[in-house]
């Protein structure tokens, strides 16, 4: 007889097919091996340390050298007045190669375009909704045809309703996230790719103060901000591994352009409103330094640093129109206190000047209404209780 194996039995394909089974149903678990840095690992980290650490040393001593400008595109949105428009005019002082402005004012667009080629330097305008998505990736298209890649991007575009959550309309709520948000995201989306390839980009967002102090009638604008905020900090964290590629947040005190007429300032003398022509000389600068964040004036770090230490809400020195609370929700609001009252605790509710019912302090941080009330407010409070108790 031959060498070879004899015929397979008749369990073998069973016992086979078992098998199969078997291992299909097991999950397969990836095996992860713990890794430690070894010592020519750990010793790059530190000379990498070493090196930022004199790095910022030497920058604290000796000046920056400022970006050169000359070979810029620069893209404004909002560029047809105030902050928007003094930026066309501080870039191209300082010889930015050319400027396009976006905004939905083709008169103002207009008149701010010939006034910077005045000044010699290439302008274009482009009428744009940077609220509107499809929009936005559309006149990106026509911009890079006709103007070129864009290589400074400067979202400055922004609305402001200056109303209280109760008072404001839906789609006014719905407008401010659009454009002073969402519309970050679309135009950061259609020019960024491009800065990556090219390795050669900046990403401006002109914020606010607001977006780290919020002030009561303005919660439409200062909930965008804040989440402008985010968007930036995430995006420039995003950006340390790409060559070439920056991005700068500019956060400014109240400044007196149109859009802000009617706000009132707390504390005038120590706070005075900022300059439109101050916030763009500051911004240009802090592109050219190539600065992450940029707070105006400096005696805004005191407020950040003070609302983050105490834990708890500090007003801003900025204060809005005052907030008032309709009439109709007044029957709302007595039926809802008087259901929470404790037996014998009296509460009162009248409009104070501010626009803001007053009453018991404890059933009023109950019902969430952390209005800040002025000293007068309080004081008759307190006496109108005591009258009515009959002390």
């Known amino acids: ?127 744009c909704d940077v609220g509107n998505r499809e929009e936005v990736y559309q006149t990106a298209k026509a911009v890079r045809e006709k103007v070129g890649d864009i290589t400074i991007l400067v979202n400055n575009a922004a609305v402001v309703h200056g109303k209280s959550l109760m008072d404001s309309d839906d789609d006014a709520l719905l407008k401010s996230q659009h454009i002073n948000t ?36 303005a919660i439409d604008y200062c909930t965008s901000k804040a989440s402008a905020f985010a968007f930036m900090e995430s995006l420039t964290l995003g950006l340390l591994d790409c060559p070439g590629v920056s991005a700068t947040t500019v956060l400014p005190f109240h400044t007196s352009t149109e859009m802000f007429q009617g706000m009132r300032v707390r504390f005038p003398n120590l706070f005075p409103p900022l300059k439109p022509e101050t916030v763009a000389r500051r911004t240009v600068e802090a592109v050219q330094l190539n600065q992450a964040l940029l707070l105006l004036p400096w005696t805004m770090h005191a ?65 969430h209404l952390h209005e800040h009330f002025q000293r007068t407010d309080i004081k008759a409070g307190r006496r109108d209780r005591l009258e009515s108790r009959g002390t």
């Not at 980290?45 to 595109?73: C, F, H, T, W």
């Not at 259609?190 to 800065?195: D, E, K, T, V």
């Not at 407020?303 to 900025?318: A, M, N, T, V």
Request: glycine content about 10%.
């Open 303 to 367: 407020l950040i640093i003070l609302k983050r230490s105490r834990g708890q809400l500090l007003p801003s020195p900025c204060t809005a129109p005052p907030f008032t609370f309709p009439e109709r929700n007044l029957h709302r609001l007595s039926s809802i206190a008087a259901a929470s009252r404790k037996p014998g605790r009296l509460l009162q509710l009248e409009h104070t000047p501010t626009g803001c019912p007053r009453g018991d302090p404890q059933i009023l941080r109950n019902l």
């Open 182 to 217: 969402l519309g970050q995201f679309w135009t950061t989306k259609a020019f960024l790719p491009r800065m990556l390839e090219l390795q050669n980009g900046h990403i401006v967002c002109l914020n606010s103060v607001l977006a780290l102090s919020a002030i009561p009638g």
């Open 1 to 127: 007889m031959g060498g070879g194996e004899g015929p397979p039995s008749r369990s073998e394909p069973r016992l086979l097919r078992e098998r199969m089974h078997k291992a299909a149903a097991e999950p397969s678990v990836p095996i992860h091996r713990a890794t430690h840095p070894g010592p020519l690992q750990v010793g790059k980290d530190k000379k990498q340390m070493i090196y930022l650490v004199v790095k910022a040393a030497v920058g604290l001593v000796l000046p920056a050298k400022l970006r050169d400008l000359s070979r810029e595109n620069v893209l404004i949105t909002g560029g047809g007045r105030g902050i928007g428009r003094q930026l066309a005019r501080e870039f191209a002082e300082r010889g930015a190669r050319k400027i396009v402005l976006w905004g939905r004012t083709e008169k103002c667009l207009k008149e701010t375009t010939e006034e910077i080629r005045q000044m010699g330097t290439e302008c274009h305008y482009f009428i």
